[in-house]
């Protein structure tokens, strides 16, 4: 995948006295006092704006933030919070400029300063990737740089229209990371090439399982979906979250890895309860044994040791999903075990997905994931094989 970096163009000594313009996903959650209570978004966009400023340009930054309706700003639609923490983390002082879209206040920018554009989303025709609104950013600045993975998946007027007319676009380190790190696992894969795919319910990753059915040695299937492929081979999972209608669908992709040699394993046995609660009874049962009244709320310890010996071998991983409901703890052993093997693994292991990222959290094991994405939605799509539209407009600028 070709596209200009900004390191490059740092490399180049681009930037000095330039105005830069950086898309950044600011987007992080807050109290109902408006205190940031995660900034991990924040402290992974700084690389890219300390970069920039420090090579001499003039740097202005933007973001959304939550769900603003356009035209109609409000104090809870503000980035003030954020320029405060960014000013903290850079050490120099961000100033928030209101009413950025004429340019006011951006004339006497000088190199090395910071500022930070209210948020992105206030403007209309933002989320319809208007090109009159995108020629007005596109305007302010000699450089276009997209650090915003998380909204690569989406063509909007801050990501792909100001793209289009910026004299130079480029991606920054943050995007160009996740671009590298996601070729590397699927693109040119070390095999066996591994896939964990889990979550409630099929149909929200059906096409991300039909996608790497093509693709990967092994599919391993947790949470819900994996009920319904159990389902699929005849196998009684009692009360379980299930989806009757794609069982059919999970048949077809059994038989689509079959066709290819490639497997996706069932489960051996089982961590059932009667309930679903906190407080719950655990107790492990062969798959044989579930009985109509069951709830499966995680893989048994058979069957996760023989998955932990399928990661090991691996060359690389792709995990998405926890395989139980990890956050109770009596049915959280299978996500553990897994989690351990992925961090013990010699493997290049990516993963992404919110519920994924907890579980490398409270299992501790940020530091022995090749690669963490903060995608979301992007991370999911680029499983898919979808085309990123951000993206895409960075290569195509990149070809002329």
Not at 132 to 155: E, P, S, W
Not at 303 to 322: E, H, M, S
């Amino acid at each position: 995948m070709n596209f200009i970096r900004l390191q490059d163009l740092i490399a180049q000594n681009a930037l000095q006295a330039k105005r830069v313009f950086i898309r950044a996903d600011l987007n992080v959650p807050q109290d109902a006092a408006g205190n940031i209570t995660e900034d991990t978004r924040i402290r992974a966009s700084v690389p890219a704006i300390r970069a920039a400023a420090a090579a001499g340009a003039m740097v202005m930054v933007t973001s959304h933030l939550g769900r603003p309706t356009e035209g109609e700003f409000k104090p809870a639609d503000s980035l003030a919070p954020v320029a405060a923490r960014l000013a903290e983390l850079l050490g120099q002082p961000v100033e928030l400029k209101q009413n950025w879209l004429d340019g006011a206040g951006l004339e006497q920018l000088q190199p090395g300063q910071v500022v930070l554009l209210e948020n992105v989303r206030v403007n209309p025709g933002e989320k319809k990737n208007s090109d009159a609104l995108a020629q007005k950013m596109a305007a302010l600045c000699d450089i276009y740089v997209n650090d915003a993975f998380g909204t690569a998946h989406r063509a909007e007027a801050s990501t792909h229209g100001i793209a289009k007319f910026a004299p130079i676009a480029c991606a920054g380190p943050l995007l160009a990371a996740e671009l590298d790190a996601l070729g590397k696992a699927l693109g040119a894969p070390a095999r066996p090439l591994l896939a964990i795919v889990a979550g409630s319910k099929v149909s929200s990753k059906l096409s991300i399982l039909k996608a790497l059915a093509d693709k990967v040695d092994n599919l391993i299937v947790g949470g819900g979906i994996a009920n319904t492929f159990m389902k699929a081979v005849g196998l009684n999972i009692g009360k379980s979250l299930v989806e009757n209608d794609l069982v059919e669908e999970a048949r077809a992709i059994i038989a689509m890895m079959a066709a290819r040699g490639a497997q996706v394993p069932i489960p051996l046995d089982v961590v059932c309860a009667k309930e679903f609660a906190p407080n719950a009874v655990a107790t492990v049962k062969d798959v044989a044994d579930v009985a109509d009244d069951d709830m499966i709320l995680d893989i048994g310890p058979k069957t996760a040791q023989l998955l932990a010996a399928q990661i090991g071998a691996a060359g690389t991983i792709v995990w998405n999903g926890p395989v139980g409901v990890f956050e109770f703890d009596q049915f959280g052993e299978g996500t553990k075990t897994l989690a351990l093997a992925i961090a013990h693994s010699k493997a290049f292991s990516i993963a992404g997905g919110g519920d994924t990222l907890a579980a490398i959290a409270k299992y501790q094991i940020t530091e022995q994931i090749g690669y963490i994405s903060t995608g979301g939605g992007a991370f999911l799509e680029f499983l898919e094989g979808k085309t990123l539209p951000a993206v895409e407009i960075l290569t195509q600028r990149a070809a002329k």
